[in-house]
């Protein structure tokens, strides 16, 4: 490892400097700084570092994110960091320092606007999403990946307590603003339709082995400039449903949509109108090119090419398609609600919502989100367009 | 393995005696003879016993049986053989020789009534799909039984090959009753709703994780006498859709059906009526043991026990268990349709509609199959009730 420093960061480990840079929920993250340049370095340690060593977590987890950006890089290499080494002994792993690019999370509670980030996270998803399932690879190869991420437990445990289970139940790390949400929060772990809506999310997150997954995919798992898109943090992957990468995405941008109000030092209608519009691009964007590989790259198990030919081919290639988007469209919507109310009465909050120092502000804010979430988990055939979703918040966000 | 058999069998390798007993599509079976009494061994060749070296075959396969045997015999050891051993070395197994029992198959052409039969099998299904399921296990529990199975990517293929895309294309291997069904076949795979609802189904098959299913539960791997049930060779088990092993049952006794007035020697209009009672019966034991298994061992992830407690709880469950029976029946009745189409025009036939010596009369029995069939696969939603399907069945028994 020493040796690959030299090169990347230049000089010897008497010339180089270690910081602690992160503030992740999860690892620790350093940066080694030398006379040519800097990396990153990340290390996981044995427990949960948001909760301490109360919550152990295997250190695996490094190995998993290697994995998966290994896996994922092949497919979409313009959107992720360079990975130079993993080293299992130390769990952890060195890559490219991301020095140009904002976490996006910041950067929207800022109020900026990336021009490239729609077209960017939908070709991520496209690619990622569609070659790593069924449509593009045989079952064995299938099988083989997964086979490897069956491992990753203590990271999809965390997803199924923390997303699907604790917010709905009386759990000791929930915390919420109190007493604004109190009323909000009991209706809620007392609401059975949507009770059922959070379990039938969690079922599927738990049996619909559809494609590997980034399994994190919030606005604080993405770094941004005017030009570039990069995901980071994939420890989370595994084979799981596809709708869940486009739900924390939704819910992230949702939950930032609704904050912009609080920002009294500018008005941020259009930005606000910014978001919704990356919303629909982000979708439109996917569903565009993740349609365009139906008809170049369809080489998997799904539909064998020598199922059936010429214009059948096309008809059943072109309904299939169809049902399978309506079928991502649903559940990411579903998957939407279960992450913004995770994030507003569960163990993990956002930034956006956070920053907002009045309680009764920050309250308003979050009970519109606890509001559009419930609607579309329980009533989420009425929403089968992108943009009722948006239109859907616009309603919301004029709601006390 | 010596030393194991001189204890089950007596005497020594001196006065054993071996034959070959098996007609298996898969693997070789050896019954071992001794002075004290016999042994079944099932070995693996490396290649697919039907189709012969041009096919080849994973030997491991033997091991996933071992495995899958030992899962489900601690889950329902009285419809299970006694394996004895598993060596690896060899791929072969060493089980409980089943003299007193009959190929359900076999028993059903000679139109043999066996009064257990549905209460046992519906029993075996109850206990092997709940407690391999999420609705059992915990998340972790799962994903380490699953990672073993993942690797059973031979037979899996078997299956996807075999029963979702062969039939519905010109393969190789495909064979009917010609030319008298021709017609049928070149209608079939021109169908384009059946050749959706057939990759739908293989869809499933390769996404749906929901528990550790046998794989190949036909009439052909059950063995029955008056008082037991035995079901044997679950060499393609894996973890997928519960309907697939419900819907090659169904199938399977359905094909006895309809072969049934095919046999002249005897009035069979009895025996029709009790195979399609066992139908009725298979599902509706199944489902009041499964529902049953809701109240006293709900313990998985799917449904966690501190997710809500008291009346809600009974609310959220019995709401959640109507969802889950219900799209068990209709991937099931799906699996069904697919199953019958594949065993009239795809590789492998059952003896049930090949013993129809006259090639008018089979015809007439395989197109009330395929009939059905296409009817229940594109239809399926029409079919809410198991009698529906013992009606379909018996209007399109009168067809010609």
Request: hydrophobic share 40%.
């Amino acid at each position: 490892m020493v040796s690959q420093l030299r090169q990347k960061i230049g000089g010897g480990p008497q010339d180089w400097s270690v910081s602690e840079i992160g503030d992740g929920n999860v690892n620790f993250i350093f940066r080694l700084q030398g006379p040519k340049g800097q990396v990153l370095m990340k290390q996981a340690v044995p427990y949960l570092r948001i909760v301490g060593e109360s919550w152990p977590l295997s250190l695996k987890r490094n190995f998993f994110e290697f994995r998966a950006l290994q896996t994922h890089s092949k497919l979409a290499p313009a959107y992720m960091p360079e990975v130079f080494s993993y080293n299992e002994s130390t769990s952890s792993m060195i890559m490219e320092f991301l020095d140009d690019h904002l976490i996006l999370r910041k950067g929207m509670m800022a109020g900026t606007e990336y021009p490239n980030f729609s077209e960017h996270i939908s070709d991520y998803m496209a690619q990622t999403l569609f070659f790593t399932s069924d449509l593009a690879l045989n079952a064995g190869e299938k099988k083989e990946l997964m086979q490897l991420f069956c491992e990753n437990i203590d990271l999809c445990k965390i997803t199924e307590d923390l997303i699907f289970t604790d917010p709905y139940r009386k759990a000791p790390q929930n915390h919420w603003t109190t007493p604004e949400l109190d009323s909000d929060v009991l209706s809620l772990q007392t609401d059975v339709p949507l009770k059922i809506a959070a379990t039938e999310m969690k079922a599927k997150f738990l049996t619909h082995a559809q494609a590997l997954i980034h399994g994190d995919l919030h606005s604080g798992s993405i770094m941004v400039n005017a030009e570039e898109t990069k995901v980071i943090d994939p420890e989370f992957a595994f084979f799981g449903p596809m709708g869940f990468d486009m739900g924390l995405l939704f819910a992230n941008f949702f939950m930032s949509y609704f904050s912009q109000f609080s920002h009294e030092e500018k008005e941020r209608n259009q930005y606000e109108n910014w978001i919704l519009r990356q919303i629909e691009e982000v979708w439109k964007g996917f569903a565009a090119k993740f349609s365009k590989l139906w008809d170049s790259d369809l080489k998997g198990d799904y539909l064998a090419p020598q199922f059936s030919e010429g214009e059948q081919r096309k008809q059943i290639i072109q309904t299939m398609r169809k049902k399978y988007l309506q079928e991502l469209f649903a559940d990411s919507i579903r998957f939407t609600g279960c992450e913004m109310i995770r994030r507003i009465v569960g163990l993990a909050h956002v930034a956006d919502l956070e920053q907002i120092k009045d309680p009764k502000t920050r309250a308003m804010a979050e009970r519109r989100c606890l509001r559009m979430a419930r609607e579309i988990m329980v009533n989420h055939s009425k929403y089968t367009e992108i943009e009722h979703l948006t239109q859907l918040a616009k309603s919301m966000r004029i709601q006390t």
